[in-house]
């Protein structure tokens, strides 16, 4: 059955003068490609342009049964309706507002481009663990029969075995335009800054107190007055005079009394900043931006596909190119097992995932996987086994 991709309303009304219009999606009855049809949109187009047209060497006439309104003063001249975004150049202001006609130039073309292309993308396989992706991808090479022989020029030591070839979609990029957006940019008026100094608090006097001044002086204070006393020595009696007896004590003594400074608060000021006038609002260019919108379908051309070409097996691969693939395979965080130079379950199951998440195609070793891998001097020993222009290739 023939599938109709509908995009509507693919531009906004006031592109079209209120009218929507469709882009009909449809496959193509020769390659399965899906392609726009555009012809119903540019008959469209150029009749609506006819229509709302008028000729730059006609004047517009005016209907029949209009009549004519005849000029007066009190209807604004030209002259007044362009001065809408002038300066103001008088005291007394209009106060009505006037409003200007911005002309929009409809585009020429409301679907800007158009591509399609054909991707191989494994797609929802890459989200399977390794080990139900392998049983996925095994099915798939078990099911499908073999619909080529191996090449009677083949060199000897080469093995050749199916794989999976990634599914293919058509992927269909439409860019269009929603919509004009006119926009008037309005330029501020300019005012030029004066600042100017208020007094908020006259200067004054504030008092000071400062402090006395002490110094520590030391004094002797007699505690016992010299004395003349008898003295005994040998059997003989002597009279001397003893010295008085003194102690030595600290004490603070006030060498500057207080005093009161009287000191000159400054006066305090805040700043204004008066505006004055330089420039007043003007009205800018009308700024034309086409809003444009990107369409994107990916459509299913074909499932995966079984296709036939050289591999590495266990009859033709070297253990230590096979301990490589596992080391390798390892350090991009495929696989965890034994370095073991097998092409068991568990190598094949990491191997497996590699190839989707590469969209490469995947169910065995192959030269590209090796590619792939950054292992091209294994690849080169394989190369020779490449042999062109097989039935299905």
């Known amino acids: 059955m023939r599938k109709k991709l509908l995009l509507a309303s693919l531009f906004a009304g006031a592109v079209l003068t209120g009218k929507t219009y469709a882009v009909e ?191 520590v002086k030391e004094e002797k204070i007699q505690i016992v007055p010299p004395r003349v006393v008898w003295k005994y020595d040998n059997g003989i009696f002597c009279k001397v005079e003893v010295p008085g007896e003194y102690v030595t004590i600290k004490r603070e003594v006030m060498v500057e009394p207080p005093k009161c400074v009287k000191k000159l608060v400054p006066a305090q000021y805040i700043t204004v900043k008066v505006k004055k006038l330089v420039k007043d609002a003007q009205c800018s260019k009308p700024e034309e931006k086409q809003i444009v919108k990107t369409i994107k379908r990916k459509i299913l051309v074909k499932g995966p596909q079984v296709v036939f070409d050289a591999v590495l097996c266990n009859v033709n691969f070297r253990p230590e190119d096979v301990k490589r693939v596992q080391e390798k395979l390892k350090e991009l965080g495929y696989y965890n097992g034994p370095i073991t130079g097998q092409l068991d379950e568990a190598t094949m199951a990491a191997l497996v995932k590699f190839q989707v998440d590469h969209n490469l195609e995947a169910g065995n070793l192959s030269i590209q996987t090796l590619q792939a891998l950054g292992l091209n001097d294994i690849a080169k020993n394989y190369m020779k086994c490449e042999i062109q222009n097989l039935q299905n290739k």
């Not at 899906?34 to 187009?45: F, G, K, P, R, T």
């Open 25 to 215: 999606v449809a496959p193509t009855q020769c390659s399965g490609g899906y392609c726009i049809l555009e012809q119903e949109i540019s008959a469209a187009l150029q009749q609506n342009t006819a229509t709302n047209t008028v000729q730059p060497t006609q004047k517009a006439q005016p209907a029949k049964n209009q009549t004519p309104v005849a000029q007066n003063k009190a209807q604004p001249t030209v002259a007044e309706t362009n001065q809408v975004c002038s300066p103001i150049q008088q005291e007394q202001v209009n106060q009505q507002p006037q409003v200007v006609n911005v002309p929009v130039k409809q585009p020429q073309k409301v679907i800007l481009s158009k591509e399609e292309k054909e991707i191989q993308d494994w797609g929802e396989y890459k989200k399977l663990p390794p080990q139900e992706l392998l049983k996925r991808i095994s099915t798939i090479l078990n099911t499908a029969p073999i619909q080529a022989r191996p090449p009677a020029n083949a060199p000897v030591g080469c093995c050749y075995g199916k794989l999976v070839k990634p599914p293919i979609y058509k992927e269909v990029v439409i860019k269009y335009v929603e919509k004009v957006d006119v926009k008037v940019q309005p330029q501020p008026a300019k005012f030029e800054t004066v600042e100017k100094k208020i007094l908020i608090r006259p200067a004054y006097h504030k008092i000071e107190v400062i402090p006395p001044k002490y110094e």
